[in-house]
């Protein structure tokens, strides 16, 4: 658990854990202080849950301060670098010896090449052809060791953290840059994740999260659903995880499916496909949009004394919808509002003005006590 200490002044010093994580839309790294912070003023918290978990920020603090953690999400990715950090048990010196291995193979064209790779940039690729060569060579040959689950996660994990070094995007895949990136041109060398010893139970559950909580208990739950941005133009195809990560999706599944479009995605990541009821951003016949909805039952049927909820200021959620989830179910305890630009964190009250007029991206963390 959390060591609470203070300075001089009394105020908390507060541990804020290392972790892992890709270029990501959904990442928490920048709030996770402030996460962590809410969680550690609270008493007798022994088992978390991290639902919406992405590349797994959130779940590898907890697990690293000793919390019973469990992590949920629907994607692929988000499972194997759970499993990565949450599950493996082998030495250091076992995964090192198969990177080390992997690292050596020789690169040839095939599938990953012929799709995403490029001598130049003319066609708009992610990555140059030297690495997807690589990649070609080294994902067959993950396939034929037989690993064990957590242990094929372990290097997958590493095969994705060292493709996200050399791509040439912007942090997603549903379109690529005209030039080459600076860093498209090093090349692709997988290193061992950071792995840290777990003493703790921890679970990874990749399927629909009304399932996953349906007969589980939590002292506390963090919840970070897509909400989706309130601006009307932006596509749903856009934020949507399947399309903006479909690479990792191919390349963990190794299914080399059919592509479609420029950016090559999945047949399976296309718009009309919405992974998640999180991700449907259209509204009902009364105008309620369908995600908060899916928020409102979740909230309710989630079985977890403490539930801390990230809101982002562009979101498709107003003020009072969330005030409606959150007061049917409980009562709201604490509101903090983060400021990117100042890079500061302040407690607020709960007023009509808590959503940011002036233009400016605001994180707000709300903390509910359920009835």
Same mark, same amino acid.
């Given at each position: 658990?959390?060591?609470?200490?203070?300075?001089?002044?009394?105020?908390?010093?507060?541990?804020?854990?290392?972790?892992?994580?890709?270029?990501?839309?959904?990442?928490?790294?920048?709030?996770?202080?402030? &996460? /962590? =912070?809410? #969680?550690?003023? $609270?008493? @007798?918290?022994?088992?978390?849950?991290?639902?919406?978990? %992405?590349?797994?920020?959130?779940?590898?603090?907890?697990?690293?301060?000793?919390?019973?953690?469990?992590?949920?999400?629907?994607?692929?990715?988000?499972?194997?670098?759970?499993?990565?950090?949450?599950?493996?048990?082998?030495?250091?010196?076992?995964?090192?010896? &198969? /990177? =080390?291995? #992997?690292?050596? $193979?020789? @690169?040839?064209?095939?599938?990953?090449?012929?799709?995403? %790779?490029?001598?130049?940039?003319?066609?708009?690729?992610?990555?140059?052809?030297?690495?997807?060569?690589?990649?070609?060579?080294?994902?067959?040959?993950?396939?034929?060791?037989?690993?064990?689950?957590?242990?094929?996660?372990?290097?997958?994990?590493?095969?994705?953290?060292?493709?996200?070094?050399?791509?040439?995007?912007?942090?997603?895949?549903?379109?690529?840059?005209?030039?080459?990136?600076?860093?498209?041109?090093?090349?692709?060398?997988?290193?061992?994740?950071?792995?840290?010893?777990?003493?703790?139970?921890?679970?990874?559950?990749?399927?629909?999260?009304?399932?996953?909580?349906?007969?589980?208990?939590?002292?506390?739950?963090?919840?970070?659903?897509?909400?989706?941005?309130?601006?009307?133009?932006?596509?749903?195809?856009?934020?949507?995880?399947?399309?903006?990560?479909?690479?990792?999706?191919?390349?963990?599944?190794?299914?080399?499916?059919?592509?479609?479009?420029?950016?090559?995605?999945?047949?399976?990541?296309?718009?009309?496909?919405?992974?998640?009821?999180?991700?449907?951003?259209?509204?009902?016949?009364?105008?309620?949009?369908?995600?908060?909805?899916?928020?409102?039952?979740?909230?309710?049927?989630?079985?977890?004394?403490?539930?801390?909820?990230?809101?982002?200021?562009?979101?498709?959620?107003?003020?009072?919808?969330?005030?409606?989830?959150?007061?049917?179910?409980?009562?709201?305890?604490?509101?903090?509002?983060?400021?990117?630009?100042?890079?500061?964190?302040?407690?607020?009250?709960?007023?009509?003005?808590?959503?940011?007029?002036?233009?400016?991206?605001?994180?707000?963390?709300?903390?509910?006590?359920?009835?």
């Amino acid at each position: 658990m959390i060591t609470q200490q203070v300075d001089i002044f009394g105020n908390l010093i507060l541990t804020n854990p290392t972790t892992e994580g890709i270029k990501y839309a959904g990442s928490k790294l920048k709030i996770l202080p402030y &996460i /962590i =912070d809410t #969680l550690s003023r $609270l008493k @007798g918290i022994r088992n978390v849950f991290d639902g919406f978990s %992405g590349t797994t920020r959130v779940s590898q603090a907890f697990a690293k301060l000793g919390y019973n953690t469990t992590s949920s999400d629907i994607s692929y990715w988000s499972e194997v670098f759970a499993t990565c950090y949450l599950k493996s048990k082998k030495s250091d010196r076992f995964y090192q010896e &198969i /990177i =080390d291995y #992997l690292n050596g $193979l020789e @690169g040839y064209d095939g599938w990953y090449t012929e799709n995403y %790779g490029a001598e130049t940039n003319e066609s708009k690729k992610p990555f140059q052809a030297k690495n997807t060569r690589k990649l070609d060579a080294i994902r067959d040959e993950i396939e034929r060791l037989g690993l064990s689950w957590p242990d094929k996660c372990v290097i997958l994990a590493s095969l994705i953290y060292a493709l996200d070094a050399v791509d040439s995007t912007l942090g997603h895949y549903v379109a690529y840059l005209s030039n080459w990136s600076p860093r498209s041109y090093n090349d692709m060398v997988l290193t061992l994740p950071a792995r840290f010893m777990c003493n703790t139970q921890n679970d990874v559950i990749r399927g629909d999260i009304f399932e996953t909580v349906k007969n589980r208990e939590f002292d506390f739950a963090y919840l970070d659903p897509p909400y989706g941005s309130n601006n009307e133009k932006m596509p749903p195809s856009r934020v949507r995880y399947a399309s903006y990560y479909h690479i990792w999706t191919t390349i963990i599944k190794h299914d080399k499916p059919t592509v479609f479009g420029k950016a090559n995605r999945r047949e399976d990541s296309r718009d009309q496909v919405a992974a998640s009821v999180f991700e449907e951003f259209r509204k009902d016949d009364s105008g309620s949009f369908i995600a908060m909805q899916a928020l409102h039952r979740l909230i309710r049927e989630i079985k977890s004394r403490y539930i801390l909820l990230s809101y982002s200021s562009g979101g498709r959620a107003t003020k009072q919808e969330l005030c409606d989830i959150i007061s049917e179910s409980g009562k709201l305890i604490k509101a903090v509002e983060i400021n990117y630009k100042k890079n500061v964190m302040a407690n607020m009250r709960w007023t009509n003005e808590w959503i940011n007029s002036d233009g400016k991206y605001c994180e707000y963390l709300f903390l509910m006590e359920k009835k």
